[in-house]
């Protein structure tokens, strides 16, 4: 058999290894668009756990808090922007309008039922 045609043995071995090559390319393509949240489409965002968050009320740490729980200490008005938080990460407590992670649960809270 001529080193030049298709079926030598080497150019079987190349093509052999250019196909596994493409099948993980291939694989790693696929998982990341599954894994892409595309704004508008059908696909929901991925759902990260509930935030942890400690508030300072009275000069005690209050926590640690679900978004739930910080949610309702915001409609009762026991917490306002300037209130001091804590988030896991941060160096230093902070008021609540300069966390985002709170901020966030600030505006999935529902207002107060005027009847």
Do not use: C, H
Not at 8 to 17: H, K, N, T, V
Not at 61 to 70: H, K, R, T, V
């Amino acid at each position: 058999m001529d080193d030049s045609s298709f079926f030598s043995m080497d150019r079987l071995i190349e093509f052999g290894l250019g196909m596994g090559v493409a099948q993980q390319m291939i694989n790693v393509m696929n998982q990341s668009m599954r894994s892409m949240y595309v704004p508008g489409s059908m696909q929901s965002m991925p759902q990260n756990n509930q935030g942890i968050y400690y508030v300072a009320l009275d000069a005690k740490a209050i926590g640690p808090l679900n978004d739930s729980e910080l949610s309702q200490l915001i409609s009762q008005k026991k917490v306002n922007k300037d209130t001091l938080a804590w988030v896991p990460g941060m160096s230093s407590w902070k008021p609540i309008e300069e966390i985002p992670a709170i901020l966030k649960v600030i505006a999935l809270t529902l207002p107060p039922l005027n009847v």
